[in-house]
């Protein structure tokens, strides 16, 4: 199973750190978000071995992904924070296409981030 924690209410401009728990093995694990009435989006994703990620554009530059020294544990550094960054964020590990969203073997519960303005 996959366990997020670390959500949370930030004003416009500030930082939260995401965290995603695996049980078991390692596993290429992705962070995807889902705003209010809006479809899931790609955020983030990382290898199982954390040599290769891969950013949304529309965070690039403001987000970070990474493999913590437990390396079930991937973290989400969010930073420059928008009030359109507000949204539930899943991870999910073992997908076949992350920037779809498609195929992926286990997902969490989500954790709610909200940025005010």
């Known amino acids: 199973y996959l366990e997020e924690s670390g959500g949370g209410l930030v004003q416009a401009g500030g930082s939260l750190r995401l965290s995603c728990a695996a049980s078991?093995?390692?596993?290429?694990t992705g962070w995807f978000r889902q705003a209010p009435g809006k479809e899931r989006d790609f955020v983030a994703a990382?290898?199982?071995?954390?040599?290769?990620?891969l950013y949304a554009d529309s965070v690039k530059g403001r987000f970070t992904i990474s493999r913590g020294n437990a390396e079930n544990t991937v973290y989400l550094e969010m930073n420059g924070l928008k009030p359109e960054d507000t949204a539930v964020y899943y991870c999910?590990?073992?997908?076949?296409?992350?920037?779809?969203?498609?195929?992926?073997?286990?997902w969490g519960q989500g954790t709610q981030v909200t940025v005010s303005s």
């Open positions: 999910a590990a073992e997908c076949q296409d992350y920037k779809l969203g498609q195929g992926c073997d286990y």
């Open positions: 078991g093995r390692t596993y290429s």
């Open positions: 990382i290898t199982w071995s954390g040599d290769s990620t």
